[in-house]
């Protein structure tokens, strides 16, 4: 069995690179997360719930990571 060379596809080496910095994003959160537990904590559970969803799905998911993927599959941030 052959492989056509038209449909053969060399791997673009951001995605290993954008997987490095997901990882990253993610451990930067929680230690960002662990560092404010002490704060966060003292904080009605009510107030609690809001600033980790806002934490963790805006400043991590939304803002870096949409751009860091569409880099990753195209080339370009935007």
Do not use: C, N
């Not at 069995?1 to 690179?17: A, L, T």
């Not at 600033?51 to 805006?58: D, F, N, T």
């Not at 803002?63 to 993927?69: I, V």
């Amino acid at each position: 069995m052959s492989i056509d060379p038209r449909h053969y596809h060399q791997p673009s080496w951001r995605k290993p690179v954008g997987m490095f910095a997901i990882v990253g994003l993610i451990a930067a959160w929680a230690i960002m997360v662990g560092s404010l537990s002490g704060l966060i904590g003292a904080l009605p559970m009510w107030v609690q719930a809001p600033i980790y969803v806002v934490l963790g799905i805006i400043w991590i998911w939304i803002l870096p990571l949409r751009r860091l993927l569409a880099w990753m599959e195209t080339g370009r941030w935007r």
